[in-house]
DNA sequence: CGAATTTGACCTGCGC
DNA sequence: GCGCAGGTCAAATTCG
């Protein structure tokens, strides 16, 4: 979370993005500053589609999700906010999520403050209830305000607000399952009003929003030496980003979610021309950069 | 020493 | 109106 120039080795996309304005290949070098501009300009620009795309994706896959919940083959349960478990129990590691209104309310669309519930399964021996918001990872950082027992849950409900944005009216709730103790129940009310915090992706109710349009990019793009695969690398990002809790709770959901939703990604990517064009570009770039300087004879 | 967390008190909404 | 339960506040405490 440093300077993030994960493109100092010339494999990120950054580098198709200046290659492409450049005309695939990078004849005319600019101005290093010049450069870095359009390098950030292209991240900014990739960034946002591939977070509409994902929110597309998450936003479909929770309708599907909460499809396969109701199929008739378990048990169903009462679709609640409560911190009762409502995940599946043929599911041994999930987390699931919820977009619902106001508990009380009915389930009427109205403009009012979301309210997502997020279900992660944590390790047993984070049973401490201080520590509830860093099980719960979501990219934000949070500021504990309050805790309480409740009547029907013995564990201690905390309640956290946004610590990024003074203002920023989201809060999240988090308690311990008090069906099965390793599961955790996060509840998100509102709609985050700010970029972003030090972290730099959200994974909740509504799906992954990735943004920052600083210095680091959320993924990077590296070729091995045959020049025959490509790897989009989404831990580039240091310890504790959220990016690395979108992995978290992509390995923690069931299989067949996590095949869907990876289905779904490849699918969206390879319709998204422009991704497209600026993979191909990153891969031109490269083998250009791989390419001895100096005259070439075949 | 400042920031974050804890925790008891207080506030508010709802049901009876 | 009263009591209960959930949610929030803010002083005290802890931590880095």
């Not at 993979?279 to 300087?293: C, G, S, W």
């Amino acid at each position: 979370m440093d300077d993030g120039d994960g493109d100092g080795d010339g494999s990120s996309p950054t580098d198709s993005g200046a290659a492409a304005s450049a005309g695939l290949l990078p004849l005319f070098r600019r101005s290093p500053v010049e450069d870095l501009e359009e390098k950030l300009r292209w991240a900014t620009e990739e960034n946002e589609r591939l977070t509409r795309a994902l929110d597309a994706i998450l936003a479909g896959h929770h309708a599907h999700h909460r499809a396969l919940a109701a199929a008739p083959s378990a048990t169903t349960r009462a679709p609640s906010v409560s911190t009762s478990c409502a995940a599946r129990d043929d599911a041994p590691a999930t987390a699931t999520v919820s977009t619902a209104g106001p508990s009380r309310q009915p389930p009427t669309a109205e403009p009012r403050p979301k309210v997502r519930t997020v279900r992660v399964r944590a390790d047993a021996t984070d049973a401490d209830a201080n520590n509830l918001a860093e099980i719960v990872k979501d990219g934000y950082q949070w500021r504990k305000y309050g805790q309480k027992v409740t009547r029907d849950n013995p564990y201690p409900r905390a309640y956290f607000r946004c610590a990024f944005a003074p203002s920023c009216p989201v809060k999240k709730k988090v308690q311990r399952c008090v069906e099965d103790r390793s599961m955790l129940v996060a509840t998100y009310e509102g709609e985050h009003n700010h970029a972003l915090s030090t972290q730099t992706t959200e994974f909740v109710g509504s799906g992954c929003t990735s943004q920052h349009a600083g210095s680091s990019l959320p993924c990077s793009i590296s070729i091995n030496s045959s020049g025959h695969t490509v790897t989009l690398d989404l831990t580039n990002q240091g310890s504790g980003s959220s990016v690395e809790a979108v992995s978290r709770e992509l390995v923690t959901v069931s299989p067949e979610f996590r095949r869907l939703l990876v289905e779904e990604v490849v699918q969206v990517l390879k319709n998204d021309a422009e991704f497209v064009e600026a993979l191909t570009n990153a891969v031109a770039a490269r083998v250009v950069d791989k390419i001895p300087h100096g005259p070439v004879d075949f």
